[in-house]
C-alpha cells in the first residue's frame, strides 16, 4: 500500500507542484524525465505561479504567463508549449484532488502555433 503525502487543502502552485514532483520523483522516471520537469517547473511555471493558490490558475492567467514568456523572447513557441504540457499534468492531478474544477491548460485552446520545419524529399528517378 502505497500512503501519499497529504497536501493542503488549499495549496499554493509552489506546493502542489512540489509534491508533484515528489510524487514523479517516487515513481522512478528517468533522470532525463525528471531534468525536463524540473526545467519547465523551476525555471518557468515557478517563478510565474509560485504564489498562486490552485484556483488562481484561470485561463486568463495561463494566457498572462504565455504573454511573459514571449516577452522575455528566451523561449520558442514549442518551448512554452512544452511548459504549458507541464502545467496541464500538474493541473490534472489537481482536478483528482479537487483543488481545481477544470484542467484549463489542457489541449490546444492555450497553446501557441508553431511551423514544423520544411523536410527535403528525394526526387524519384523518372
Given at each position: ?26 515513481e522512478g522516471l528517468r ?96
Open positions: 500500500m502505497v500512503i501519499e503525502p497529504e497536501v493542503e487543502e488549499n495549496p499554493t502552485f509552489h506546493q502542489f507542484a512540489s509534491e508533484w514532483y515528489a510524487k514523479r520523483e517516487r533522470p532525463r524525465t525528471l531534468e525536463y520537469l524540473k526545467w519547465a517547473l523551476s525555471d518557468h511555471l515557478l517563478p510565474h505561479f509560485r504564489d498562486h493558490l490552485m484556483p488562481e490558475i484561470t485561463a486568463q492567467a495561463i494566457d498572462r504567463y504565455t504573454a511573459a514568456k514571449l516577452g522575455e523572447g528566451r523561449l520558442s513557441n514549442g518551448s512554452v508549449n512544452k511548459t504549458l504540457e507541464v502545467l496541464a499534468t500538474v493541473l490534472e492531478l489537481a482536478v483528482e484532488y479537487g483543488h481545481v474544477e477544470l484542467n484549463l491548460a489542457k489541449g490546444p485552446r492555450r497553446r501557441l502555433p508553431t511551423t514544423r520545419p520544411q523536410r527535403m524529399h528525394l526526387e524519384q528517378p523518372r
